[in-house]
């Protein structure tokens, strides 16, 4: 893949994502099929809904079966969000999904098998991306996570604002069991919720944390049974917009500056180390296993 195919990638998907105007309700789907590997279409994969009244985005995570975030996955979810943000009626947006039992099993594995080196230095750059824009954004983010969040499911959840959580499933990050690192800066941003010693320990293990365990870390703000987790996250939303916008946002960036500055300063070395990581022949011969260990638990 060259840069002018994932031009013309995030060009098709700038075309799919639609985010409503303000005074429409219905949720908005988006067709691409042809890009996508899964077995959702990218045109089914991300849906908007944005509601007048609360003046809050819900963005449905519906690639199925688990939300794999794919190159082209994470494309649209990225354009969806700087459509959002520049969306100026828009308050909060709410992430939640439409996969059942899973909030998002992290990236789609198949994007690190016998990847072209143009494709994985796209894709990681586009992950790149996407945590900063919604590590930073203006816009109040509320992660309502149904089911299990893994690894890069983690990253999206933990570069929110507040997460509610439904009882009973796995968070955090599992990276070592792929036989792969987390980036520093996914780890940052969960070393800044359950501080460092909880991190490097499940980090090195590869360990998930329960629901339970994450409410009494701080990995997750609230567990409520699972039907309740999207009412919750609004109800939560709406209390955070009792705070005026930009005196919240000047605090988040406030707090989240160091992250921000490190990643950045780490994020060319971060990509170079990705890209000629994945290829080795250890590694491939570890995600295989692992990927052949997910199909054979059936
Ligand atoms: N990518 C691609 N396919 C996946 C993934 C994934 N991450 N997770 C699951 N699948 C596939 C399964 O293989 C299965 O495929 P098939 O139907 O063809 O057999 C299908 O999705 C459904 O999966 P399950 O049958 O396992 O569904 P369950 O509901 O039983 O379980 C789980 C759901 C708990 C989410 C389970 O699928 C699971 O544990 N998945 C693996 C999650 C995981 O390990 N994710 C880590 C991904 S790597 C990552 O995000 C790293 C970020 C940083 C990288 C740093 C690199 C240097």
Redesign the pocket.
């Known amino acids: 893949m060259t840069m002018r195919s994932f031009g013309l990638i995030r060009q098709c998907c700038n075309a799919l994502v639609r985010v409503p105007l303000a005074r429409e309700k219905s949720p908005v789907s988006l067709p691409i099929s042809h890009l996508s590997r899964s077995?959702t279409t990218a045109a089914e994969a991300l849906k908007i809904t944005y509601d007048e009244k609360s003046e809050v985005a819900t963005m449905h995570l519906c690639r199925k079966?688990?939300n794999?975030?794919s190159l082209e996955f994470i494309t649209q979810i990225s354009i969806a969000l700087e459509k959002l943000e520049n969306e100026r009626s828009c308050r909060g947006v709410i992430i939640s999904s439409g996969c059942?039992?899973?909030f998002c099993?992290?990236?789609?594995?198949?994007e690190?098998l016998r990847p072209t080196p143009e494709r994985l230095e796209i894709f990681w750059k586009t992950?790149q991306d996407m945590w900063l824009q919604l590590f930073t954004t203006r816009l109040m983010t509320v992660a309502a996570i149904t089911?299990?969040c893994?690894?890069?499911?983690c990253?999206i959840s933990s570069a929110c604002d507040h997460r509610v959580m439904a009882p009973n499933f796995?968070i955090g990050?599992?990276?070592v069991?792929?036989g792969?690192?987390?980036?520093f800066w996914?780890v940052d941003s969960v070393k800044n919720l359950i501080g460092y010693r909880q991190t490097e320990w499940s980090l090195m293990k590869g360990h998930l944390f329960s629901s339970e365990d994450a409410l009494r870390l701080g990995l997750v703000d609230k567990v409520v049974p699972q039907d309740q987790v999207v009412l919750q996250a609004e109800a939560d939303m709406a209390e955070w917009l009792q705070v005026p916008d930009s005196a919240r946002h000047l605090s988040k960036t406030l707090m989240r500056r160091d992250t921000v500055v490190r990643f950045r300063s780490g994020r060319e070395a971060d990509l170079k180390?990705?890209v000629n990581?994945?290829p080795k022949e250890s590694i491939q011969k570890t995600l295989h296993s692992?990927?052949e260990s997910?199909?054979s638990?059936?």
């Open positions: 077995l079966p688990v794999g975030l059942d039992n899973v099993a992290g990236l789609d594995i198949n690190m992950l089911g299990h893994i690894a890069g499911g990253l796995k990050l599992n990276e069991k792929l792969i690192v987390a980036p996914l180390t990705f990581y994945i692992y990927v997910l199909k638990k059936k």
